[in-house]
Each structure stands twice: as C-alpha cells, then as structure tokens.
C-alpha cells in the first residue's frame, strides 16, 4: 500500500474513534490487513493505540484503582500471549480470527447472543482482564472484553472512560515491549506509522470537535456495515 493510503485509513479510524470512543484499532486494522502482513499492521497500528494512552495523564485521578489493580496481573499475561500468537500464528489464520471477532461484535450488538460478554460475565474480572489483554495484543480489539466488565462498575461515565484509559494503557505497555523484544515492529513500520501521526493527532480533534455536529447514530451504522464489509473481505482474502 502507498503511505497516503495508509494514512487515510487511520486517520478515518481514529476519527471514529475520537468520535464515537472506539473503533481506531477494530476499524483500521481489518481494513489494513487486506493489504498487508497481518503482523506488520498490529505492530503499526500499536504505536496509535498506545498514544492514545497517554489521556491516563488527564483521567488518572478519576480511576478506581482497587477494581484496575486486581485485573492489571491477568491483563499482563494476556497482553503478553497475545504478542507471542501473532509472532507465531499463520496470518491467514490470525486474519480469519479478526474476520470471526468482528462478526461476534456485531451479532452481540444485534441479537440476545453476546458470546463474548456471557464468558466474560462467567469469568468476572479475571476473565476480562485475560481475554482484554490477548484481543488487545493480538487484534488491537480488546476494548469490548473491558468493557463488558467495568460499565457496570462505575460510578459515573467519566470515571467509566478513566477505567477503560487505564486498562488499554495497561494493557498496551507489555504489547508495545512485546512488540519490540520480538523484533515484529522494525524501523520500517515506526517510520511509516510516524507520517501518519500529525494526520493521527488531527483527526483526535476533528472528531472532539465534531462529537455534537455529526449524527452519531447515521455514522455508528456506516461504521458497521464498514466492519462488516470489511470482516467478509478477510474470509475471502484467505478462501481466494
């Protein structure tokens, strides 16, 4: 792929993300994976998700840290496997997991089968934190595994979006040196995801600023049938 294509796509993504607060790693990374290695596009990818992070400098003091502290253990070793199975695993395979992900994302926000958030829910905080960190690691999609556990923790949205910060940042740390330590993320890939970053950091804005001009139940569905559409090319970019 070009750079220009490249960047288009995280900037979209990220847009979405800082629109509609997810959607940077669950958009950019299926879409990305039609065009490149599965490995190449979770390490670059990586680098966007662990800057957004760094909001914990600002939400920090609105964590509930006795709830982060007990997944924090879990959510390591998660993080951790989940770096080692997209070092090891076959990209076609990784691809069609993303491609299953998706499809399981989208039915539990459609039908009564949540199969996700029913083993989550079994599991507890445990559960979250392990299944959070190897989605997160693997296919930068384990924002949904935390937050079927912790909506219902907090107090209010404010401190509901500083535990969902805390626990990607969490979780990202031991990806980001996973990443490195494996050698998956090369001077090539740092390089291209740093010209996308000023076009990354714009689109963060736009989408705060845009956040009450946009229909955002118009966008959410476009955004759906994109991963949709984007979850049926992954099956037909390993079947073909």
Same mark, same amino acid.
């Given at each position: 792929m070009t750079i220009t294509a490249i960047i288009l796509i995280i900037t979209f993504a990220f847009f979405t993300h800082s629109l509609l607060g997810f959607g940077g790693g669950l958009i950019s990374i299926p879409i990305l994976c039609l065009f490149m290695p599965v490995q190449d596009v979770a390490s670059m990818?990586?680098?966007?998700?662990f800057s957004m992070g760094l909001l914990i400098f600002k939400t920090y003091h609105l964590t509930t840290w006795p709830l982060i502290i007990r997944m924090i253990p879990l959510t390591i070793i998660g993080a951790l496997l989940g770096v080692f199975l997209l070092k090891v695993l076959d990209g076609d395979l990784i691809r069609l997991l993303l491609a299953g992900y998706i499809i399981i994302y989208l039915a539990g926000k459609h039908t009564k089968f949540n199969l996700l958030a029913r083993v989550i829910k079994w599991g507890g905080a445990h559960m979250s934190a392990l299944f959070g960190g190897v989605l997160n690691a693997m296919i930068g999609g384990g @924002? @949904?595994?935390f937050i079927i556990y912790l909506r219902d923790k @907090? @107090?209010?949205s404010s401190e509901f979006r500083a535990n969902i910060t805390m626990m990607l940042m969490v979780s990202n740390i031991p990806r980001a040196i996973g990443t490195v330590g494996t050698g998956m993320l090369t001077w090539d890939i740092f390089m291209t995801a740093m010209y996308g970053f000023p076009a990354f950091l714009i689109a963060l804005v736009m989408g705060q600023k845009l956040h009450d001009k946009i229909p955002q139940k118009i966008f959410f569905t476009a955004v759906e049938i994109l991963l949709f559409c984007s979850a049926m090319f992954l099956v037909l970019k390993v079947l073909l």
């Open positions: 990818v990586m680098i966007y998700q @924002a @949904a595994a @907090a @107090a209010n």
